[in-house]
C-alpha cells in the first residue's frame, strides 16, 4: 500500500507555490543528544509551513469548472495559509472558516493572502462543522487538511526530499501530527524506500489523536483536546492518514507542554528561528525518545513544521522552556516568620541559582514562599534539593508538575500586608549570578528590618529585577539609606506608588 503513495508524491504539484526546504544538522542539540540530529525546515516555506505542498497539489488537480466554484476550507491557521496562497497563484476564490481562538498572525496571514476569512466556533471541529455546511449551502469545493489524496500526496514531497537530501537512511524521522496528513505522506514514501527506518509520530499529551487510535484499532473522537499546539488541536485523525498509519508509522510519542517549550528553545539555538508549538513536536518527541530508549550515537530527522506563533506568547514559552528541561523546579517552601528566616533559608540554598521567589508578609508563626530553583538534569540532584530542605526542618511541597501553579498559583502570591507595617518598598537591580540575594540579606546582617514582600523572576538579562518591602520605623531610615549605598544595587523606592498602595498595602 504504500508504493501506491509512491507515484501521486513524484507527481504531486507542489512548487509553483512551495519551495524545496533545506535539511539542517543541528550542532548543538546533536551534541546534547549524543546523536546526530537533522531538521527538515518546513518553516521557511512562504507561508512559514508545510502545509502549503498539500494545499496547491489538491487546488491544482481540480477541474475548470470545480475551480469555478470557488474553495473552502476549515483551519487553525497553517492550512488557511496554504490554501489562501494556492488560490491566488491559480486564480481560485477561496473563503477560510478559522475557530476564534486561532493565532491572530495566522489569521491576518491569511486576510492578506486575498481570502476570506470567516470566525467560527472555539476549535477546529467548530469550524469544520461551519464550513462543511458553507460548502453545502454555497457550491464550494471543501479543501480537507489532511483527509484526502492529493493533500497526503503533496505533504509526502516533505519525505521525497529529505530522501533525495541525505541519501543514507536515516535510524528514525519524527514527524507531528494532527489530522495525520502529513505523517502519513512521510511514512508512505519512507517506507517505501527506507524500510529500515522508523517513521515515529509525535502528539501533545492533551491531543493523542493518533495514539488514542492506534491503541484501540479504530478511529477514535477525542473528548477534548489542548489548544496550546493549536495546528494540531484535531479531536480526530483522518480516515486516510489512519489508513496508512496503521501500516506505515512504527509508534508515536507524547510530549507535555514544558517539553514542546523546550524544544522551541533548542530549534532556535541552533537556528535562530522560532518555532510554533505545533511546529517543535518533532524535536520534542525526539528528544523525549532519545533520554526514554537510551539511544546514543543514532542518526535522526524532526520536522520542524511551521513559525506561526504570535510574538506574545514568546514569554509563555521561554517561562516553561525550563521546566521542560528539568533544569528548574518550583517548590512552596514553608520557613519560620522572624527576621532572618530568609538569609538562613539562602544558605540552605547555597550556590544554586534562584529562577523565582515569591513572598508577602502576612502574620502568623511561619511564611509560604513559591520559590524556582535550578537543578541539573539528573534525578539525583532534584531528589537532593528536596532532601537537603526538608532535612533541615523546611517542609516543601514540590508544585513543578502542578499546572495550575505554573499557570495561576505563581502570580498570585501576595496580597495585601496586614495592618501597619512601617513599610517601604524599593525596587532593585541584582547582578544575574549565583549569590546576589545571598550577598543583600548578609549584609544586611543583624539589622531588625525584616522583609514583608519579595518578588523576583529570572529574565536572562544582566540584572535580575527584583521587588522587595522590608519593615523600616522612620527613625531608621537615615540608618537604612546608608545600607542601599553601602550595597551598591541600581535601586528605586516605589513606596508611593499608586500600584503598590491599591493592591499590596
Known amino acids: ?17 512551495a519551495r524545496e526546504t533545506p535539511l539542517e544538522l543541528a550542532p548543538k542539540l546533536s ?39 470557488g474553495v473552502i476550507a476549515a483551519s487553525a491557521g497553517n492550512h488557511a495559509q496554504g490554501v489562501a496562497l494556492a488560490a491566488r497563484k491559480l486564480g481560485i476564490r477561496a473563503l477560510i472558516v478559522m475557530p476564534e481562538t486561532a493565532p491572530r498572525i495566522k489569521v491576518e496571514a491569511v486576510e492578506r493572502l486575498g481570502a476570506e476569512v470567516l470566525l467560527a466556533g472555539e476549535s477546529y471541529d467548530s469550524a469544520r462543522e461551519r464550513a462543511e455546511v458553507l460548502a453545502t449551502e454555497r457550491g464550494m ?49 519512507i517506507k517505501s524506500l ?31 483536546v489542548g489548544i496550546f499546539a493549536d495546528g494540531v488541536a484535531v479531536k480526530q485523525v483522518g480516515e486516510e492518514p489512519f489508513r496508512v498509519a496503521r501500516e506505515c508509522v512504527d509508534e508515536v510519542v507524547l510530549v507535555s507542554t514544558d517539553e514542546i517549550c523546550a524544544a522551541i528553545r533548542d530549534i532556535f539555538e541552533d537556528t ?12 520534542a518527541g525526539l528528544k523525549r525518545y532519545v533520554e526514554s530508549e537510551g539511544v546514543s550515537g543514532g542518526r535522526f530527522a524532526a520536522i520542524v513544521s511551521g513559525a506561526n506563533v504570535n510574538f506574545d506568547r514568546l514569554r509563555h514559552i521561554a517561562q516553561r522552556a525550563e521546566l521542560g528541561e528539568n533544569r528548574e523546579r518550583l517548590l512552596a517552601v514553608t520557613i519560620p516568620e522572624h527576621p532572618g528566616s530568609l538569609l538562613s533559608f539562602c544558605e540552605q540554598i547555597g550556590d544554586r541559582s534562584i529562577t523565582e521567589f515569591n513572598y508577602r508578609y502576612v502574620g502568623g508563626t511561619n511564611a509560604h514562599i513559591f520559590v524556582g530553583l535550578e537543578v541539573s538534569d539528573s534525578a539525583a540532584d532534584k531528589r537532593a534539593l528536596v532532601d ?19 499557570v495561576h498559583v505563581r502570580y498570585m502570591v501576595g496580597g495585601h500586608g496586614p495592618g501597619e507595617l512601617d513599610e517601604v518598598l524599593y525596587r532593585f537591580n541584582f547582578p544575574e549570578r549565583p549569590g546576589a540575594l545571598l550577598l543583600f540579606l548578609s549584609r544586611m546582617g543583624a539589622k531588625p528590618w525584616n522583609i514583608t514582600m519579595f518578588h523576583y523572576r529570572n529574565h536572562g538579562a544582566a540584572f535580575g529585577r527584583v521587588l522587595i518591602g522590608l519593615q523600616v520605623p522612620s527613625a531608621e531610615r537615615a540608618d537604612f539609606q546608608s545600607f542601599l549605598k553601602e550595597v551598591g544595587y541600581e535601586c528605586w523606592e516605589e513606596t508611593d506608588n499608586p500600584a503598590y498602595r491599591m493592591f499590596l498595602r
Open 194 to 224: 527506507w524500510p529500515e527506518t522508523r517513521v515515529i509520530g509525535v502528539e501533545p499529551h492533551d491531543s493523542p489523536t493518533l495514539h488514542a487510535a492506534l491503541a484501540a484499532g479504530e478511529r477514535v473522537v477525542l473528548e477534548r
Open 272 to 283: 535562530r528561528a522560532i518555532a510554533e508549538p505545533a511546529g517543535a513536536l518533532a524535536v
Open 31 to 69: 551534541s546534547k543528544l549524543g546523536s546526530e540530529v537533522w531538521l527538515k525546515r518546513e518553516d521557511l516555506q512562504p507561508v512559514f509551513s508545510f502545509k502549503v505542498r498539500g494545499a496547491h497539489n489538491k487546488l491544482a488537480s481540480l477541474t475548470a469548472d470545480e475551480r469555478a466554484q
Open 1 to 17: 500500500m504504500p508504493h501506491d503513495y509512491v507515484t501521486k508524491i513524484l507527481r504531486a504539484r507542489v512548487y509553483d507555490a
Open 388 to 406: 537537603g530542605l526538608e532535612g533541615n526542618g523546611y517542609p516543601v511541597l514540590d508544585l513543578t508538575d502542578n499546572e495550575m501553579a505554573k
Open 141 to 189: 469545493i471543501l479543501v480537507s487538511p489532511f483527509d484526502d489524496e492529493h493533500i497526503i500526496a503533496g505533504q509526502g514531497t516533505v519525505g521525497m526530499e529529505i530522501v533525495r537530501q541525505q541519501g543514507d537512511p536515516f535510524d528514525a524521522i519524527f514527524v507531528e501530527v494532527g489530522g495525520g496528513g502529513l505523517i502519513a505522506g512521510i511514512s508512505a514514501y
